[in-house]
């Protein structure tokens, strides 16, 4: 069965800091990737997405990810993190493979994101 | 811009009542999707539908159940609310891979 695991739960970094969030995954086929971000209050909203192709993606809000196969992950990346920011972020895997689940994703536990001024 | 709708932000209801949780899309979605979202748990797929009045279990189905009659609608249902069931439900519906999801309602349940 397909997991992802967040290894962080917590994590506080200060504002203009660079920012990792760690995601691993474990899926038998290729994946689909994601990561979403939860601000206080509001539903998941789409950061970006690997599908195929370029390992190294880009998103919204001067987000990047990296998708390293031989690690099994797709670590989230900022050069230098602002105060709004600050949010829960969601690591989430799907089938590559499209039929009556082909849109289900599986969701890491979530990391939360605090900036210190 | 894809919008999802939840009929409530906040609910409170009693152990053992009904409870029905509204959830509506406005882009012609097939697939739409209920979870439940717990603090270091992420978010479990509680039901989703792939089509009007089709639907598949989740990883955790027990205690709801679902009705999709219309295209854009998709309703949860708590048939006899437990305290064990005091969450955030979260809705979403789908377009090829990605989801898109509606602000969430938080139930709880006393």
């Known amino acids: 069965a397909q997991s992802v695991t967040q290894p962080d739960i917590h994590i506080t970094v200060s504002e203009g800091a660079s920012l990792e969030l760690r995601c691993n995954y474990s899926y038998g086929a290729t994946p689909y990737l994601f990561w979403y971000v939860q601000s206080p209050g509001q539903g998941l909203q789409l950061l970006l997405k690997?599908?195929?192709?370029?390992?190294l993606v880009q998103g919204i809000k001067g987000f990047e990810a990296e998708f390293k196969r031989s690690q099994s992950s797709f670590n989230l990346r900022k050069p230098s993190v602002h105060w709004s920011d600050a949010a829960e972020y969601f690591c989430a895997v799907g089938p590559s493979i499209h039929n009556n689940a082909g849109n289900m994703l599986t969701f890491g536990g979530g990391t939360r994101l605090m900036v210190k001024p | 811009d894809v919008k999802v709708t939840q009929s409530s932000r906040y609910l409170v209801k009693r152990t053992g009542e009904k409870v029905f949780l509204e959830c509506v899309q406005d882009?012609?979605?097939?697939?739409m999707f209920w979870y439940r979202q717990d603090p270091g748990l992420g978010l479990r797929l509680i039901y989703f539908s792939y089509d009007v009045k089709m639907k598949e279990k989740g990883d955790i189905p027990e205690g709801y159940s679902v009705s999709r009659e219309k295209k854009e609608r998709f309703s949860l249902i708590l048939e006899s609310a437990s305290t064990n069931q005091t969450s955030m439900y979260l809705c979403?519906?789908?377009?090829?891979?990605?989801?898109?999801f509606g602000p969430g309602t938080r139930l709880t349940v006393t």
């Open positions: 979403a519906s789908s377009f090829r891979d990605e989801q898109y």
């Open positions: 882009m012609d979605h097939e697939n």
């Open positions: 690997y599908f195929s192709g370029d390992t």
